[in-house]
Nanobody
């Protein structure tokens, strides 16, 4: 079954940028293309929240808190979904999780990557 692996987290100063990448393994191309891919984040004591998602057809949606600052992109040939995060703020500090959901509602999650913005 599909496995998701994130990379790119780390420490960045307020106003800085990070790019998260998620690579799907054990997924044939047609399967990956059919999946909606996204990023969630979670801070201790709070529920996991959707940050951005790109549908299989290419339409993307963003949380209001990141609109205009974050950009999600999916590369089917590479089987990756990236999240470019600009103008990062302390409220963006969280563990970021890669997410995939198929037509039948089957879901996959990555292990998460920490993003830290001091402040």
């Amino acid at each position: 079954q599909m496995q998701l692996m994130e990379s790119g987290g780390g420490l960045v100063q307020p106003g800085g940028s990070l790019r998260l990448s998620c690579r799907a393994s054990r997924a044939i191309l047609s399967t990956f293309i059919s999946y909606d891919m996204g990023w969630y984040r979670q801070v201790p004591g709070k529920e996991r929240e959707l940050v951005a998602i790109v549908a299989s057809g290419g339409r993307s949606n963003y949380a209001d808190s990141v609109k205009g600052r974050f950009t999600i992109s999916k590369n089917n040939n590479k089987r990756t979904v990236d999240l470019q995060m600009d103008h990062l703020q302390p409220d963006d500090k969280a563990v970021y999780y890669c997410y995939a959901v198929g037509e039948r509602g089957r879901e996959f999650w990555g292990q998460g990557t920490q993003v830290t913005v001091p402040g």
